[in-house]
């Protein structure tokens, strides 16, 4: 720590003469102070925990007020000898309080927003999911709307709707600038200036009220370490100065995979994902908390493999009666030819099935993660449950296109716990057009058909992963519902 009054000068060492000595003493700098977490600190150190969060806090706060992010009567406030736990406004807000301040970015379709209960909040992660692209995109806007059949379920086009929305006054919009953070290719701007000149509510704003790509800020973050970096120091800045009212990461996986190896099946490499992913968690809910903003992240997914029928159970014979196939006596043959008949006779029914509307979700046991992922990932399994007069027997060729559709959304369950919805794009063939596996290249919009599904939202009912959704398309401009199509436009 003889680094602190070399960095800060003006630092208060003396509210903190209990945790300098042994600080100095484990070799800990500033920068070790801003990097590694307080309980890492707090371990090598042997020091309370809370002290150590205290003083890593106040350092942090100290070098923002030099960069002009927070004002000096803030940091004395909040810093100065202890936090101040007494302040209890932001958990006495009442349920009218909540409304009030609700503040939504639409996406400019009546069906669509429906299906969000307004649109996409601030102060919650969101997370749009689906697959990706199948060819490389077209940046010109002349040839985007030909390349859609080669293009994946349409994360990008949903998510660069919302970066001009989130512009617009209330209640399209937040009337604030925007960030989006890639992983993977940089921000399309000939894509958002088709959107802007498409789309008849945005091409009939005057200049003044229309959203402009100068208040886009981009950034790319080409690994890991980097995304960590910005995420933790950059974009609170940022906000902080810019007022954003919305963060785009995309896709939030993208890095994560990248940094896999042969070894990172292992209990180390997977404990180490897990705490990654929940610093992340954290990181993103503090962001959209504090300063009252949307982050809406795009998700890659992995095929899912399941069996097309489930497995018998398998019988344990027992040592005291096993079965004799072969046998001296006279009677040998008869006795085996009955033990090989019961030997391959396959097993009652269980006495206790499930019920009949859940039986097409039966292919694991009920508290499995394998089943229960039906309910959250936007994928299911099997097709939705029906009532029992309904009940139809499903052809072995529809459960294999069922199994090849479903999909698991990546990082786990461990990163589904930290957003608060999950918005599934699904893609499928349309098998009605030219018949099953037809390889026609007609119309682009006839031979593949989108689908929108709310898996699960904290504010709203959403759409669930049984059934179809909301099917839509991506049009010049950006994303519109097929159920409600404004007059002259195609």
């Known amino acids: 720590m003889t680094d602190l009054l070399h960095t800060l000068p003006n630092f208060p060492t003396k509210l903190y003469t209990n945790l300098i000595p042994s600080l100095e003493r484990?070799?800990?700098t500033t920068t070790d102070l801003l990097t590694l977490e307080p309980l890492e600190i707090a371990r090598r150190a042997q020091l309370p925990l809370l002290?150590?969060?205290r003083l890593t806090r106040h350092v942090l706060a100290t070098l923002q007020s030099q960069l002009g992010v927070l004002s000096e009567e803030r940091v004395l406030r909040e810093y100065e000898g202890h936090l101040d736990i007494t302040d209890t406004s932001s958990l006495s807000?009442?349920?009218?309080?909540i409304v009030t301040k609700w503040s939504v970015i639409s996406t400019l379709d009546p069906i669509l927003d429906s299906a969000l209960?307004?649109?996409i909040p601030t102060g919650y992660i969101t997370e749009v999911t689906g697959e990706r692209f199948s060819s490389l995109f077209s940046l010109h806007f002349d040839v985007v709307l030909t390349k859609h059949r080669l293009?994946?379920?349409?994360?990008t086009q949903f998510l660069l709707s919302l970066l001009i929305t989130a512009q617009l006054p209330p209640p399209y919009g937040l009337s604030r600038p925007t960030v989006y953070i890639s992983t993977e290719h940089p921000l399309p701007t000939p894509r958002l200036t088709q959107i802007l000149r498409t789309h008849t509510q945005l091409s009939s704003l005057t200049p003044l009220q229309k959203p402009s790509l100068s208040r886009i800020f981009s950034i790319q973050t080409p690994d890991l370490e980097s995304q960590d970096h910005i995420l933790a120091y950059q974009v609170p800045v940022l906000l902080a100065r810019h007022n954003a009212g919305l963060i785009v990461i995309d896709s939030i996986a993208a890095n994560y995979r990248a940094e896999r190896s042969s070894t990172s099946s292992?209990?180390?490499?997977?404990?180490?994902?897990?705490?990654?992913l929940l610093k992340l968690g954290h990181q993103l809910r503090s962001l959209a908390r504090e300063h009252d903003c949307a982050i809406v992240v795009s998700n890659q997914v992995a095929d899912r493999f399941a069996p097309t029928s489930p497995s018998p159970p398998q019988t344990r014979q027992t040592s005291a009666s096993p079965p004799h196939f072969l046998s001296s006596s006279p009677h040998g043959s008869s006795q085996g030819m009955q033990s090989l008949d019961a030997a391959i006779m396959p097993p009652p029914p269980p006495s206790n099935p499930l019920p009949q509307p859940y039986q097409s979700l039966s292919i694991y046991p009920p508290l499995t993660l394998d089943h229960q992922q039906n309910f959250f990932t936007g994928w299911s399994s099997g097709p939705p449950p029906r009532l029992h007069h309904e009940q139809t027997p499903q052809s072995a060729s529809q459960r294999s296109v069922q199994n090849q559709n479903s999909k698991t959304p990546a990082l786990g369950l461990v990163w589904t716990n930290q957003i608060a919805c999950r918005i599934a794009l699904v893609k499928k063939r349309n098998l009605g057009f030219g018949g099953e596996g037809s390889s026609s290249t007609g119309d682009g919009e006839r031979l593949w058909k989108r689908y929108m599904k709310i898996a699960f939202a904290s504010w709203g009912p959403g759409t669930g992963s049984m059934g179809k959704g909301i099917e839509f398309e991506i049009w010049g401009g950006g994303v519109r519902s097929l159920v409600m199509k404004p007059e002259g436009e195609e």
């Open 51 to 53: 002290d150590v969060r």
């Open 266 to 276: 292992s209990g180390a490499a997977l404990g180490l994902r897990t705490s990654q």
């Open 93 to 97: 807000r009442n349920g009218s309080a």
């Open 26 to 28: 484990k070799l800990i």
């Open 117 to 119: 209960s307004g649109g």
């Open 151 to 155: 293009s994946g379920a349409g994360k």
